[in-house]
């Protein structure tokens, strides 16, 4: 049963304090399933901005000396609360960006369990002994944290992305000044109204929304800033890497994919079918890791686009709140755009829309941006639909002679984000693992799949090299110190 939500305005959370902006003017977000308003968030202003970063700023050492024990209690804490919340954030994220209310609260889910992991690092080294050269010296690395990060959140995931990256800065002792997606941003806020219950020190957490010329941009260039974590478009994480390494802060870069799936003569081909679909078609394609060329073994490419389109047909579209609904729509009107773009340009270079792909308008999908799952053939490498990041329900098929061929097409792309491959060949998959050229490697399993306690990244466009999640985030969100001690 869905509940009942009033419509209203959420503030910035600055220093402890819910704040409006200084300039009176809000930011509409909306429901991509009927273009009604789900909230209203502020349109902040760069003295805003300065704001959020100064508390942050005054707010570091204090929390760096409060220990790594007591940081991951309150993380704990914040756990908590967000479960006691699970239904009312998972139906604000539905309601948002258009993802199944199954698929809404699985994410949530998700998230208290990554704060729950971090929390627990709270109680783990933070540093290494290493023996000296000196017989009476000790000599030891100490972690110690960066001081004041920048968040700046996608709307796709609008709960695990933003936690996966705060989680990690806050335990190991950062501040943080957290921008998210607009069109995710009343789903933040109820995350971090979360994270305001659960008794962080003034300060230590910040939630500005705004623009991204404004607020994104501005928290880059901020002289506090000390290091700055996006996940985003390939276009503007190439312009945080530019800001921030003039001005010589830390940046951590996740930038998407292309992300291929390979299936072989050798595979279990309903197996492969269930995870493509999965892969390429749940949150309707809106996942960095979703599956988007699919390269199939020519001797089995028939059998396989035989099933593969008969289960794309039992895929209902729909309003993600309503029951027996798979997929809903695309998150926002330009992302839909997006997508019909594409559809149309693989039409017209030559690829052959074998299913969906199709508006649906009409009763219950007049006012919403809704889309069959399209599956297109005879897709060469060099076509748009198969270079591209679509970020939406569009899977291209292609054909390969064999396993050598097939690896050769699935590297051919300027991303590197995940890859699978179907095959019961441990020849073919030592291979692959080898050969691929991606950052999650997948064996018998969809491309979309990330494990929080594992290091996630990507090579080549899709990353900056570092990893989030897992001990990983360690590297990224601390500097080490070497320390040296001698007896006088």
């Known amino acids: 049963m869905s509940t009942t939500f009033a419509t209203k305005t959420y503030k910035n959370f600055i220093n402890n304090e819910w704040v409006d902006a200084s300039f009176e003017k809000t930011i509409a977000s909306i429901n991509p399933a009927d273009k009604e308003p789900v909230g209203y968030v502020q349109s902040s202003t760069e003295d805003d901005l300065n704001k959020a970063v100064e508390a942050a700023h005054s707010a570091k050492k204090s929390w760096r000396k409060l220990g790594q024990s007591a940081r991951g209690q309150i993380l704990f804490k914040a756990a908590n609360i967000i479960e006691e919340n699970l239904d009312e954030i998972a139906e604000t994220m539905t309601r948002e960006m258009g993802k199944t ?19 627990g690092e709270g109680m783990r080294k933070d540093g290494d002994v290493i023996p000296s050269s000196d017989k009476d010296a000790l000599m030891f690395t100490k972690r110690t944290p960066l001081g004041v990060v920048g968040v700046i959140t996608p709307w796709n995931f609008p709960v695990a ?34 994270f305001a219950k659960a008794g962080f020190p003034a300060g230590v957490l910040n939630f500005i929304t705004g623009s991204g010329s404004v607020i994104g941009q501005g928290l880059i260039d901020h002289p506090l800033l000390n290091a700055i974590t996006f996940t985003g478009s390939e ?13 010589g802060i830390k940046y951590q870069l996740e930038m998407g994919g292309k992300n291929p799936v390979i299936v072989t003569k050798e595979a279990n081909i309903d197996q492969a079918v269930e995870a493509v679909i999965s892969g390429g078609f749940r949150s309707s394609g809106q ?29 209902t579209v729909g309003n993600g709140l309503q029951e027996g609904i798979w997929m809903g729509p695309c998150a926002s009107e330009s992302q839909f755009n997006t997508v ?25 999908y007049n006012n919403g941006f809704f889309v069959t799952p399209a599956v297109f053939e005879d897709v060469t490498t060099d076509m748009a639909i198969a270079q591209e990041e679509i970020f939406g329900p569009v899977i291209a098929l292609i054909k390969a002679a064999d396993l050598e061929e097939a690896i050769e097409m699935a590297n051919n792309t300027k991303y590197g984000l995940s890859a699978s491959i179907f095959t019961s060949n441990i020849n073919s998959i030592l291979e692959f693992i080898d050969e691929i050229e991606v950052g999650l490697v997948r064996i018998n399993a969809e491309s979309a799949g990330v494990e929080l306690q594992a290091p996630f990244g990507g090579m080549k466009a899709s990353s900056s090299g570092s990893r989030e999640q897992g001990e990983a985030a360690k590297e990224f969100f601390t500097a080490i110190k070497t320390v040296f001690i001698k007896g006088s």
């Not at 276009?235 to 001005?247: D, H, I, L």
């Not at 390269?295 to 028939?302: M, R």
């Open 161 to 194: 992305i933003p936690i996966w990256k705060m989680a990690p800065a806050l335990v190991y002792g950062n501040t943080v000044v957290w921008k998210p997606a607009t069109e995710g941003a009343v789903t933040a806020a109820k995350v971090a109204e979360c």
């Open 235 to 247: 276009n503007v994480g190439q312009g945080v890497a530019k800001s921030a390494s003039a001005r």
């Open 340 to 364: 019909i773009e594409y559809i149309e340009k693989g039409k017209q270079e030559g690829a052959k829309l074998v299913h969906g792909g199709e508006v649906l308008i009409g009763g219950e």
């Open 101 to 119: 209310l199954p698929e809404a609260k699985g994410e949530t889910a998700r998230g208290i369990a990554i704060l729950r992991y971090y929390a």
């Open 287 to 315: 996942k960095c890791t979703a599956s988007s060329r699919v390269i199939v073994e020519s001797s089995i490419y028939d059998e396989f686009k035989q099933k593969l389109v008969e289960a794309a047909k039992k895929i």
